[in-house]
């Protein structure tokens, strides 16, 4: 199995504790016994006390597994293809996590074109209460790159960026901590660590107007959109216009929505002399960018219909709305060019 891409730079500065209790693996000649290299290990991934935990159940990890690094039975490590370049020389009790963070960004950049030992889907079994994983079997002992990679929440509203980080087969207490046995174990467990990124979707609002008078020239219509959380807090609200020069249906569509909230859309001006011929406030569950392209769902949408109800009164006019920054704040979009007003200095 192929790598799939390359690893974001970066991914490997988010675990320096776990990098710090899971790589600290120099291997001491006075252990119990040397490390019986012909022995087969095991590797099982879990997400087991992890925050996300409860997503993590729901969905399907796929980790692929590089064989980075021999181990001998003194427990000198000699790095194997593509990783032949890194120097392992330099391990001991002593290494500090900040330089198993760079060893692992390293062996990062060589996984283009590297075929991985295993490949698994980190998930719960169906009807079972424990947590989800997967067990890597039947591993020659050695120094190991374990790569979890980005996947979706079930329903699409938070990315898991996870970071890939090493591991040693075998490994034992005092490898780990640098206290308490040394006994060799050829069964490790290891726990998926993850920072997960809130997705956005998308709003289209169609407008469709039944007649037109002519007279009175092109026509707007208002909607104002907002969205509260659980717990009854406002956490998007925008305004947003259709332009009319004739019958027909115009649409227009809001971006950077947060994924998973439901959005109330209300026509809060209906044109001088037009009216709504049905509802003028509606319900709709936004749908991340990435749900709409996994081809599972679609983009929200939202409909209203109006006639000329009589009158003589124009009613045309500008609306500002603001974009969301993906920060918590809102920037200005210029109702004439259609794009973000300049930062101020």
Known sequence: MKAGKRLRRGCALALAVLLGLSCLVHIRSQAAGGIETGRLCTLTVSVEGSEYKEDFNEMKIPVSIYRVADVDVSGRYTPVKPFEAMNFSGLSSKTKAGDWMVLAEEAAKYLEGAEAVQKKDVAAKEGSTEAAGAVFENLATGLYL??????????????????????????????????????????????????????????????????????????????????????????????????????????????????????????????????????????VLIWSDAAVASGEHSEASVSFANRYGGGNRGGYGVTNHFDSDGSGGWKWVNPVTESPAPEEE
Do not use: C, M
């Open 146 to 283: 374990v790569v979890p990679e980005a996947a979706y929440n079930r329903d699409y509203t938070v990315q898991y960026l996870f970071t890939p980080y090493l591991t040693a087969l075998p490994s034992s207490e005092y490898t780990l901590t640098g206290a308490g046995s040394d006994e060799w174990k050829y069964d490790t467990v290891i726990g998926l660590k993850a920072e997960g990124e809130p997705q956005y979707g998308r709003l289209n609002i169609t407008k469709v107007l039944s007649n037109y008078n002519e007279t009175l020239g092109r026509t707007s219509f208002v909607f104002q959109v907002e969205g509260r959380d659980e717990t009854g807090a406002l956490v998007y609200s925008n305004v947003i216009s259709t332009t009319h020069e004739g019958a027909g249906s115009e649409t227009v569509t809001l971006e950077k929505i947060p994924a998973g909230l439901t959005v109330t859309v209300t026509e809060v001006y209906s044109g001088a002399s037009y009216e709504l011929v049905d509802s003028g406030e509606k319900d």
